[in-house]
């Protein structure tokens, strides 16, 4: 089992709809937990960004971390074409450890 | 202010031949990155230098892999013998000083023939 399960879709979905995005995970020790955003032949750029459990909204994006589950989520409401992207999860243990990285979803978003 | 600049932007090879891929970090990053996309994967992590430290090497797959780090700004990457398994978008990435907020270039995508 890898330490980082993310479906790579793709996703299509209607301007205007509910996006979710979920990634689960094995490693308990997991504390810090990202969103990025990656635009075709353009690096990650960090979305949102949580500690430990809990929801975080910002703006259209919602990401929420449930522990006990080993699952965490991104919610993009009232989505636009402008988001269509690959969207990676990432996380990361307290201490010198590096971000473990998702295969990404990559997301449509149809005008 | 410049962002995270990686050269060149694309390189293409023949098998066998070594190649170096340059780093340019965000002026005042300490915590510097290297990841590797293949296609339908995740970012790989190879090798990470914060300051002066010891580089964490954990993530090189093999000893034909090898990065330095001059004065504490540019970095270079360096594939010898390449494969065509080494084929792959190489993406460098630095960061203030902790692990968490990564900023990216856009990459270095590297064919091997």
Known sequence: QKEVEQDPGPLSVPEGAIVSLNCTYSNSAFQYFMWYRQYSRKGPELLMYTYSSGNKEDGRFTAQVDKSSKYISLFIRDSQPSDSATYLCAMSSSGNTPLVFGKGTRLSVIA | ?113
């Open chain 2, 1 to 113: 202010g410049a962002g995270v600049s990686q050269s060149p932007s694309n390189k293409v090879t023949e098998k066998g031949k070594d190649v170096e891929l340059r780093c340019d970090p965000i002026s005042g990053h300490t915590a510097l990155y290297w990841y590797r996309q293949s296609l339908g994967q995740g970012l790989e992590f190879l090798i990470y230098f914060q300051g002066n430290s010891a580089p964490d090497k954990s993530g090189l797959p093999s000893d034909r892999f090898s990065a330095e780090r001059t004065g504490g700004s540019v970095s270079t990457l360096t594939i010898q013998r390449t494969q065509q398994e080494d084929s792959a978008v190489y993406l460098c990435a630095s960061s203030p000083g902790g692990r968490d907020q990564l900023f990216f270039g856009s990459g270095t995508q590297l064919s091997v023939l």
